[in-house]
């Protein structure tokens, strides 16, 4: 299976070199040729455990590859995978999805033959429809869908949340884009990690979800801890 990495940041470069370890052809594509330069001579841009050696066995393998080029990548994917950021934008706080649909636009002018094109950003709701009418304007012939499989992995154990989740997501609206999805997420499979399959925006909407429910239950347990404390003081002879 070959699939293109869109973004070698931290979420591009974790997933890519870990669905290279499952056995996918990858190439991680980055706008940002300073970063692919440092990849292509062997030093990773971020600090992740584990991260080196993974990046570097996929690489020897022959598995995993790193680029700037569109035109050569693109038309070879059967899966491509958005990870770009999406920064808070200034004054209203939300999203800003600017680098997503730029994305989108240009792997557009380079599809050839059916392609599934993955959100894999942290997107509000109703950004795979959006990424769908980018592409479709670009580019009227495309046969394509489109799908949303959200990242949950922490920053320092970003690899063993990769590999043992507790949940792959995967919004699809077509059975071909599901049975390709579920193919590569088969070693996950094998460990029996569960693999919910939902429409778009359900699995856009369980990200945020997620990020809430933890975003609380660090608010809960930091203001616990300063009760304790406080309460600690107070008995103190
Ligand atoms: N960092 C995390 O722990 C984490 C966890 C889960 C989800 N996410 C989400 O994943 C997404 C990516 O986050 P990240 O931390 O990896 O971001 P990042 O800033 O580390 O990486 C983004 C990369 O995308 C590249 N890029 C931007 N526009 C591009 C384009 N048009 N074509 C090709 N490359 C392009 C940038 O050069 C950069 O290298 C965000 O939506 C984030 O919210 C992050």
Known sequence: ????????????????????????????????????????????????????????????????????????????????????????????????????????KEIAKHLEGYTVIVDKSTVPVGTARQVHRVIREENPD????????????????????????????????SEKAEALLRELYRPINLIEAPIHVTNLESAELVKYASNAFWQQRSHLLMRYQHSVRKWERMSMP
């Open 1 to 104: 299976m070959e699939l293109t990495m869109i973004g070698a940041g931290y979420v591009g470069l974790v997933s890519g070199a870990c669905f290279a370890e499952f056995g996918a052809h990858v190439t991680c594509l980055d706008v940002d040729e300073s970063k692919i330069d440092d990849l292509n001579s062997g030093k990773i841009p971020i600090y992740e455990p584990g991260l080196d050696d993974l990046v570097k066995k996929n690489v020897e393998a022959g598995r995993l590859s790193f680029t700037t080029e569109f035109s050569t990548t693109i038309g070879k994917a059967d899966l491509i995978f958005i990870g770009v950021g999406t920064p808070t934008r200034r004054g209203d706080g939300h999203a800003d999805l600017k680098y997503v649909y730029a994305a989108a």
């Open 142 to 173: 495309a046969d394509f869908d489109v799908a949303s499989n959200p990242e949950f992995l922490r920053e320092g154990a970003a690899i063993g949340d990769f590999m043992r989740p507790d949940r792959v997501v995967i919004g699809v609206e």
